[in-house]
């Protein structure tokens, strides 16, 4: 325990996994809230100030398992390791071999295989906020500076780049914003920033001269919110993950515009990363684009979707690829069986460049080296396209390291052996040795047995004792004098000897050495592989886009997609659109759809009935754009797209009733949101606008949304809505149009066609939807009757605008509504009284039906009076 409580205190905010032979035990509150965390049983063991010491453990075999669970759920963990092997009468020797948090994990077990894991360092300043996202195993450092009071443009960025923790100061701003950032499901972590420790700022300065270039250096230092979210960075790391410091060689600085902005709002409602029902990737965006051949090709699809493109020379370069690649499908299938072999071989130089990969690791690369040329020759025949030419430019030439690794790594997992038989001569002699020693004992176990006529005695080995010899209890006389005892059993006896004394020491000795020499071998090797780490990376990186690149074409082989156009016009001519998801999840045939937007007709309002595919619609529209500036091919017969600088969506409701936000509030922040950051470049997708809220009310925001829009903005938008009266909105601006979702009513119910088309809906149909649901028919029945007396109502109120031409000459469809409305609800409180007064009338008729069943020879005094006072009292109401 005073082991224990030394290295405890070097790690005060982190859990302490302390080995202690098989098992990982936690003490104190690390054991209660572990025990709690994960399940598992506490109980106590010894003392400390007189008190029980609480306990749990987690056995050696399974911590990874146990690891995983902990960081994710938001632990950060210490884990100490014994140092050596255990000896009788000796404390073990032990120290914390590694710190793990969430964004600073590199084991492969610890990470999921298709997400980056990234660090985020965020400095809140009065002036402008500070944005670092770092990812360890790829050594890349990403930057942005926002202005103050950017929430939603913060809450964006996150959603690029999904980091596994927060970094906060320890100051007042940090505090304000640990409540947002753990709200939106974030790890954060806090680290006080002490600046005027001299000392302390200019080890972080040196560090910054070492890696980074002179610009790098003159923008940081102009920036003090951006180098001091860099200083936090700084000194996490150097606590926590040293080793990666070093291998930050570049800064990229970047404006959030520089790629399609999608908010959370967007990239929720179009279900890109994940879906909405479980918050998987099931059916989403994401698990239709991702048919990479290896983990490292799926992050790069993923980081694509969250980060499209917006200039049009780096989106046209990624699709000559792709066309490449479907119109020589030969190539495709023959670089994917490749990639399979050669695997993710980014994290597994991550890992060799941060000093933890595995013996495994390096058999990885090993065969990763011997298909790379193969993959660099295929390539070759194509250094026409621009892109393959650049990815080539950085698949090195590794044939030395290649040579030396092949020569050296033992990957016969026969043996437990980490460097080849071969590589080194005095390896080799010692491994001799001891094989040797092997015959080298029967041979004298055999000798020792004629000598002393002893015909059971055995020579064995154990971790404690080394050799022995054992003598059974019948045979101990014959026992000769050189034998000396070394341990008395039940049946039995050992001895030791001069000879097999000698001969241990020479296979221990050996034995030592192997392990010695074997380690320096593999340190040298690890040293030799690590100075090519900087083209290494460069290779995985390429390998990375050449599988994303493989993984569009397959998607565009396989579904028939198109390759799209582009114009500088901000124009969107879809000539029958698909929905990329719901096509291949639904099991009957999808029907496309047209679009066309552009500035004579920019603004589309969408009625028809629910059910009807209007939303199907909005979002494919959305999704085939991303697609499109993510380079990909897309679903549809022909396509000539605006490069678009954003996309908007509002669609579907949510409240944040933790937040004390109502479904309305929250579509009206969204709503707003659109329309402090939308531009004439911009898609914006509007489902349902206004319906959180009274009829008028509602219809009044949608139509001054809608006309913001259209008159204010100029974006390209797709507007559906239960608001049939917004189509009048046609004939009064020129770019305004209405089309409907077409359905046909049948003797069966109604049949939804999924065709979108110029006109205005019929209906909504919502009776006729209630009945696809199975609404009890009673509901249904009573539903229609309502519905036809309000129909009557309305269509009064329409020949009465007619036919009163002085008291209704100057109405307006929203006049008439709010007669009609007035109308309901007279009718509404006479028919809650008719309602009210037929609830009376059967419980009358039931009390009469009551009193006819009655035997009254049999009713006792006190029940006859209950009876008459009950009747009473409701004949009373």
């Known amino acids: 325990m005073k082991q224990y409580f030394e290295i405890r205190e070097q790690y005060p905010d982190a859990v302490l996994l302390f080995q202690v032979g098989d098992f990982y035990e936690l003490f104190f509150d690390d054991a209660k809230k572990v025990s709690a965390f994960l399940g598992i049983v506490l109980t106590k063991r010894g003392s400390h100030n007189g008190d029980p010491i609480p306990l749990c453990g987690v056995p050696l075999h399974a911590i990874d398992h146990y690891i995983t669970k902990l960081v994710k759920g938001g632990f950060k963990l210490a884990i100490c390791d014994q140092l050596e092997e255990a000896q009788p009468g000796k404390v073990v020797q032990r120290g914390v ?23 985020f360092s965020f400095f809140p300043m009065e002036d402008t906020w500070g944005l670092l996202f770092g990812e360890l195993l790829t050594a890349q450092l990403f930057a942005t500076v926002l202005p103050k009071k950017s929430e939603k443009l913060l809450e964006s960025e996150l959603v690029r780049f999904f980091p596994d923790e927060i970094l906060l100061p320890q100051n007042k701003l940090g505090k304000t914003f640990q409540s947002t950032f753990k709200k939106l499901g974030y790890f954060t972590t806090f680290q006080d920033l002490d600046l005027s420790h001299r000392e302390y700022t200019q080890g972080i300065d040196r560090w910054m001269s070492r890696q980074f270039n002179p610009k790098t250096l003159d923008i940081l230092s102009g920036n003090n919110s951006l180098l001091y979210s860099l200083y936090n960075f700084y000194k996490y790391l150097n606590k926590n993950q040293f080793g990666a410091l070093e291998h930050f060689r570049a800064l990229h600085f970047y404006e959030p515009d520089d790629f399609l902005l999608l908010d959370p709002a967007t990239q929720k409602n179009l279900e890109l990363i994940k879906n909405n029902q479980e918050g998987s990737r099931k059916n989403t965006l994401f698990s239709l684009m991702d048919k990479a051949a290896t983990s490292m ?34 190539l495709h299938q023959k670089i994917r069986e490749l990639l399979i072999q050669i695997g993710d071989i980014e994290r597994i130089i991550g890992r060799m460049a941060l000093q933890r990969a595995t013996l495994t690791d390096y058999i990885y690369l090993t065969k990763a080296f011997e298909i790379i040329p193969e993959v660099k020759q295929l390539l070759a025949n194509h250094d026409d396209i621009v892109l393959l030419r650049v990815i080539i430019s950085y698949m090195g030439d590794f044939t030395k390291i290649y040579q030396l690794l092949l020569a050296a790594i033992n990957d016969d997992t026969s043996k437990d052996w980490i460097i080849k038989t071969g590589f080194n001569q005095k390896l080799d002699e010692l491994r001799e040795l001891v094989f040797n020693s092997n015959t080298k004992i029967l041979e004298l176990e055999q000798k020792e047995k ?24 019948p045979n101990l006389h014959l026992v000769p004098e050189y034998y000396i005892r070394q341990q008395t059993l039940v049946n039995r006896e050992r001895f030791i000897f001069a000879e097999l004394k000698d001969l241990q020491q020479e296979i221990v000795e ?52 198109i390759r799209p156009q582009f114009n500088e016009k901000s124009e969107i001519h879809i000539s029958q659109g698909r929905h ?29 009935p629910n059910m009807g595919g209007k939303s199907t619609y909005l979002r494919q529209v959305a999704l085939i754009s991303i697609m499109a500036q993510c380079g990909s091919f897309i679903p549809a017969k022909n396509a000539n797209l605006a490069l678009l600088d954003r996309v908007f969506t509002r669609i579907g409701s949510g409240d944040n009733l933790a937040g004390g936000k109502s479904t309305f509030l929250v ?66 601006f020129p770019g305004i149009d209405s089309y409907y979702a077409s359905s046909k009513k049948t003797s069966g119910g109604i049949l939804f066609l999924y065709k979108i088309i110029q006109g205005v809906a019929d209906g909504s149909f919502g009776i006729e939807v209630a009945k696809l649901a199975e609404l009890p028919k009673c509901l249904i029945d ?19 605008k007619h036919s009163k031409g002085n008291q209704y000459s100057g109405a307006t469809s929203v006049d008439c509504d709010q007669k009609y409305e007035q109308i309901m609800q007279e009718n509404n409180g006479l028919l809650g009284k008719l309602d009210n007064l037929s609830e009376k009338l059967k ?35």
């Not at 050996?510 to 593999?522: C, G, M």
């Open 510 to 561: 050996a034995t030592v050495q192997i392990d010695r020499v074997e380690k320096e071998l593999f340190d040298r090797l690890k040293h030799d592989v690590y100075q090519y780490v900087s083209e290494l990376r460069k290779l995985a990186h390429a390998l990375a886009h050449l599988d994303a690149l493989l993984s569009f074409s397959h998607i565009a082989y396989d579904y028939e997609y």
């Open 97 to 119: 071999t590694k710190v793990l948090t969430p964004g600073t994990l590199t084991d492969s077990n610890l990470l999921d295989e298709k997400s980056a894991s990234y660090l």
């Open 297 to 330: 090709g799926s992050r790069m699809v993923k980081k694509w979707i969250c980060r499209p493109l917006i200039k049009k020379e780096a989106i046209e370069q990624r699709l000559d690829v792709v066309e490449k690649l479907v119109d020589d499908i030969s």
């Open 843 to 877: 419980i009358s008729e039931n009390k009469l039906k009551m009193l006819q069943e009655i035997d009254y020879n049999e009713l006792s005094p006190k029940q006859a009076f209950d009876l008459l006072w009950d009747m009473k009292e409701k004949l009373l109401e």
């Open 450 to 473: 004629v000598s002393t006529g002893i015909n059971s005695l055995k020579i064995a080995y154990n971790k404690v004792h080394g050799y022995y010899v054992e003598v059974t209890k």
């Open 667 to 732: 579509e009206m922040e969204e709503t707003a949101l659109i329309c402090k950051q939308a531009t004439n470049k911009s898609l914006v997708i509007l489902d349902e606008v206004g319906r959180g809220t009274s009829t008028f009310d509602g219809f009044a925001i949608a139509q001054a949304v809608v006309e913001h829009i259209y008159a204010k903005i100029g974006a390209k938008c797709l507007f559906a809505t239960h608001y049939h009266e917004l189509t009048v909105l046609k004939d009064k």
């Open 580 to 608: 990329p998801v719901v096509e291949i999840t639904e099991n009957s045939n999808f029907i496309p759809n047209d679009t066309s937007l552009h500035d004579g007709h920019s603004l589309l309002i969408i009625t028809g």
């Open 782 to 800: 009573r539903a229609t009757t309502v519905l036809k007396g309000l129909e009557c109502e309305k269509s009064s109120i329409g020949s009465l």
